[in-house]
């Protein structure tokens, strides 16, 4: 008998760009990392999303095939030109999938569910009425990261205490909510080991990058350039990444400043994604994870860019914060104790590039050991 799931996110193709359906690249990677996995185990899977339409124009829905055992539906959506307008394309969004839910979902079928804020009372409350069991992927507490009313906090907590099983992104988060211990995988992020293009800058310096958002309220961007003062002339640190225009402006003010009074050599590189983003991680040897610790989102947020420097080889510096420290791969990661220049310099100096790192053999087991846990995930 084939073996079907059905699984709940905002997602979309490129494909389908020009209907400007709202979802996040990130959440769709995780997603499409998810489906194959399914796949591996012999899952067919339906992607249901919600999404709709940032434009001024009127979609029909749609089934679009994004392989041969991945389908995407997607329903109608309406123009979100005025208040008004913006309105009645949330409502009849929303109530488009709930009817889905308590139409098309059997009684007891488990279905798949990114958590999200706009997800949060239409799964609930349709699967209370239907009956069906839900298995929730839950990357962060949402009011972790966003101001929220009192209403929505109490919403978040009530959809995720609601859920039959859960998939956690950190074992913090797990610790956080899952309070009546209900069967939980975890996944930090997607195990995908990148192909080797063999692409290396070939001036004998020790290449340092930091790629990520040029936010000051994270500070990582900020921290990357400043270790620089405190590194030898060998060794180069690259800033790639994105931000607001100010932002932007502002990171290479600041690379310029340090650059004045530093041995090492400090870039900016740009925004690079796709094959150029990998070819240019791979071109280095150390990742900076530098974010400010103590922020309420590091409790239970897994930073993913770990993940993206271990899956190109690179060796991982990062602020010693518990959900890494915590993580299956934490003993892998070179850690600073202190949010200071000095000590970020420290942890980079404390490297040896001679050593035996194999940060893909770990992706790789990671990657395997999922495959496993979501099989008996769905099969408890």
Known sequence: MEKKIKYIGYYDTNANSREQRGYSIAATNKMNYICNVLNKNG???????????????????????????????????????????KLLSHIIGDL??????????RKDETILVYHSLGLRNIVRISKRIKGF????????IYQDVVSCSKITKWNEYKTIESADKYIFSTELLNEKVNSTNKTFSILYGTY????????????????????????????GAYAAVAAAEYLPE???????????????????????????????????????????????????HIGLSTQIPGE????????????????NGLRVVSARIKVVERATLGEEIYYYDEQNPKSIAEAILSIDLNDSYDSKKIIRKLDNDFVKNIKELLEK
């Not at 999404?51 to 001024?56: I, M, R, Y």
């Not at 069991?133 to 962060?140: H, Y």
């Not at 502002?250 to 994604?273: F, H, P, R």
């Open 296 to 311: 309420k989102y590091n409790e239970t947020s897994f930073p993913s860019k770990i993940l993206s420097y271990m899956s």
């Open 43 to 85: 899952f067919k899977v339906l992607i249901v999303s919600p999404s709709k339409t940032t434009s001024n124009n009127f979609y029909r829905g749609k089934k679009i095939k994004i392989n041969n055992d991945t389908d995407l539906k997607l329903f109608p959506t309406f123009p979100r030109g005025n208040k008004l307008q």
């Open 96 to 105: 488009m999938l709930f009817w889905y839910l308590i139409t098309k979902i």
């Open 234 to 284: 060998n060794y180069h640190i690259h800033i790639i990444g994105f931000g607001s225009k100010i932002q932007t402006k502002n990171i290479q003010e600041k690379i310029v400043d340090e650059s004045m009074k530093s041995s090492a050599t400090i870039t900016y590189d740009g925004l690079l994604e796709g094959d150029e983003y990998i070819q240019f991680l791979q071109k280095c």
């Open 133 to 140: 069991k839900v298995i929730l992927e839950v990357e962060e």
């Open 192 to 219: 995908q080991e990148e192909v080797d293009y063999k692409f290396r800058f070939g001036d004998n310096k020790i290449h340092v990058v930091y790629a990520g958002t040029f936010d000051p309220r994270k500070g």
